[in-house]
């Protein structure tokens, strides 16, 4: 074996798992192999994953329950494996699905593992951007690479790895191979005050981060499809030497499922930034009279924005709300003594009128009923939703690989948590309650505008009953 294929130890993986969930699911199989200055090794082993193997698992790989249940555990492999692992770089297909199992695996045991990780699908979509398709059995049939053993079987798949990363290098010039591979591992030089093994825990996968200076004041928070593609690049050669990369002592970030769970992280950590809400307030119809309704200002403070009904708008103090009604009142015509934004005696005719802008109800030209119609129907479109719920949901959010599951829990308008399976769900349910949680116009806009399209799953959960009695209504 020539050194030029290993430049740097490397280790060829794959996993054969219970299902691609990373909360619910355990490894089956391990299956290595290691190349570096010495030569080649294999190694695999079965793992006992403490549960019951699927039909649907056994008939794609072979394995079942019965061949599982003498083999040795996660937590009696993980000091061979951990020591198999350590200083190599760690290649794999589809990269994150393995590398974040085995990470979920050791954090059980309490090991921080990291590692670089280099993912094949990416490099072979970077050496070869002509072809469309880069799944294993693609290539393996492009270049014309025999399984030995049986496909889906960890190390027969890991060898194939191997196979592939030398038929790469028998087409295509080492150093265009080694750029392809920094650039997809991107290993940027981090300021001296940021803890370098940022670079190996940054995942692939959609959330929100944060950046810090050194007393703990927020820089910069955004939401991200690729947490780890986003936050690396402010560390390229290009930002290095930018106020936000020179001023940035640490970074915090959390993993999504999708979008709205990036959203919602996102709202987390930037929320010593956001506007405080202690003077939201919005527009409420008060009946004056027989068909006579009038706006009322009423604070959030004051009143249960999560649970009131007939409420039009939400204005962070109340120069917001009035600025805005006096917009609506112009542009409907509509008379400031009826809205309370005139001093003005009964039958006098408020300022609006005497400026042609207002139909005069307030000098008995409009009939009071008529001006409240007009009225209702300019406030329609700010009105805030009721929630649509008999009282808390999951709104059930799952990446694009089935790999992640995050459900929402929601309860009026209010965000308790995320979790990641029903019985944690559960756990959260019962000890947070929605009483605990301030309304939050920002939150309220997100989870409306998602319930609104339809998008995600809502499983309803009844406060009264326990979660083994809850009706699975998931709407698509």
Not at 105 to 116: C, N, Y
Request: proline share 5%; charged share 25%.
């Amino acid at each position: 074996m020539t050194p030029l294929l290993a430049p740097e130890p490397l280790i060829f993986v794959d996993l054969e798992t219970t299902g691609a969930n990373f909360a619910n699911d355990r490894i089956i199989e391990i299956g290595f192999v290691e190349v570096d200055q010495h030569g080649v090794r294999e190694w695999s082993s079965l793992v006992n994953p403490e549960a019951p193997v699927s039909d649907f698992i056994t008939g794609l790989t072979g394995i079942d329950t019965a061949m599982v249940s003498s083999a040795p555990s996660f937590a009696q492999l993980a000091p061979l494996v951990l020591e198999k692992l350590r200083g190599r770089l760690f290649i794999a297909h589809n990269a994150r699905f393995d590398y974040t199992f085995l990470k979920r695996e050791f954090k059980r045991l309490g090991i921080d593992f990291r590692s670089p990780n280099l993912c094949t699908v990416k490099l072979s979509r970077k050496l070869f951007p002509e072809y469309h398709r880069h799944s294993l059995d693609a290539l393996l049939a492009r270049y014309s690479i025999t399984v030995v053993g049986d496909r889906h079987r960890a190390l027969a798949d890991a060898q194939v790895l191997w196979d592939l990363w030398q038929r790469w290098h028998e087409l295509l010039p080492l150093e265009t191979i080694r750029k392809a591979v920094a650039v997809i591992i991107g290993r940027p030089e981090l300021p001296a005050q940021i803890d370098p093994a940022l670079i190996d825990d940054l995942p692939e996968a959609p959330g929100a981060y944060a950046m810090y200076a050194e007393d703990g004041r927020l820089l910069l928070s955004k939401r991200s499809s690729n947490l780890r593609q986003q936050v690396l690049t402010h560390f390229s050669p290009a930002n290095r030497d930018t106020a936000l990369v020179r001023n940035t002592w640490k970074i915090e970030w959390r993993e999504a499922a999708g979008e709205l769970g990036a959203r919602l992280h996102e709202f987390e950590l930037s929320a010593s930034a956001r506007q405080a809400a202690d003077e939201l307030c919005s527009w409420q119809l008060v009946r004056h009279g027989d068909g006579d309704f009038r706006p009322q200002l009423v604070h959030s403070r004051d009143l249960d924005f999560s649970r009131a009904t007939d409420l039009f708008g939400l204005y962070m103090n109340q120069r917001e709300a009035v600025h805005a009604l006096r917009k609506l009142a112009e542009a409907h015509r509509l008379c400031h003594s009826q809205l309370g934004l005139g001093a003005t005696k009964a039958g006098e005719a408020c300022v609006a009128f005497k400026q042609k802008a207002c139909r005069g109800v307030c000098v008995g030209k409009e009939a009071v009923s008529l001006h409240s119609a007009r009225l209702m129907s300019a406030l329609a479109k700010f009105k805030l939703a009721d929630w649509p719920h008999k009282g808390p949901v999951a709104l059930i959010e799952r990446d694009e690989f089935g790999m992640r599951e995050d459900f929402h829990l929601v309860d009026h308008w209010r965000y308790l948590g995320c979790v990641h399976d029903e019985a944690a769900l559960h756990d959260l349910l019962q000890t947070r309650s929605e009483s605990e949680v301030g309304f939050d116009p920002d939150i309220y806009r997100l989870i409306n505008k998602f319930l609104r399209a339809g998008k995600l799953s809502v499983l309803a959960l009844p406060p009264a009953r326990s979660l083994g009695q809850f009706e699975d209504d998931r709407l698509a």
